[in-house]
């Protein structure tokens, strides 16, 4: 069954319906919300508050643009909030490694610790971008979404991402060239 279909069901009360919507789609929300508060346990509340609205206020969606897209707005939106509140932001401590895997390439002890090291420089870079340009980055990096789903989140032309994008590469590889990773 299509999304379309899901989404035509769940408006007549069909929470098997929308369970399915879920499953599909729970685990981009949380990336989503991963990329812009960097804390597993507030993206996994802020992604569960957005599907809790999603269904709340699926008698608003209009069908303009995906349903994908209109819950990770929604999704996106709820993980601003909660990284707007003072107390959630001091409490943000999750390493961007996660976010910013550096593959090991296996060269045995030598290697592997220079590649913990390369991780943590590359996380100290993205961390010390705006949070325009790290959310940019981080969800363009993700490889989950498309530039126009991107830039619908962030209610931002495509054009602007793009920039956003090129502009957060270009000070992290800054940054890295700096200390002697990149020629």
């Known amino acids: 069954m299509t999304d379309e279909e899901l989404v035509a069901r769940a408006r007549t009360g069909d929470a098997d319906a929308f369970d399915q919507l879920v499953a599909r789609h729970q685990a981009g929300a949380f990336r989503a919300a991963l990329a812009a508060l960097r804390h597993r346990q507030d993206a996994e509340e802020a992604a569960q508050d957005a599907l809790v609205r999603a269904w709340s206020n699926l008698g608003r969606f209009r069908g303009e643009s995906s349903f994908r897209t209109w819950l990770l707005t929604i ?9 707007r509140s003072v107390v959630r932001w001091l409490r943000r401590s999750a390493p961007l490694e996660e976010a910013a895997a550096v593959a090991a390439d296996g060269a045995g002890p030598d290697g592997l610790a220079r590649d913990v090291e390369v991780r943590r420089h590359i996380a100290r870079a993205i961390e010390q971008l705006t949070p325009k340009l790290r959310d940019a980055l981080l969800l363009s990096q993700s490889g989950e979404y498309d530039y126009g789903e991107i ?30 990773y990149v020629e």
């Open 151 to 180: 830039a619908r989140m962030l209610k931002i032309p495509v054009g602007t991402l793009k920039w956003r994008v090129a502009e957060a590469r270009r000070q992290v590889k800054g940054r890295l060239q700096g200390l002697g």
């Open 75 to 83: 999704v996106w939106n709820c993980a601003l909030s909660r990284r």
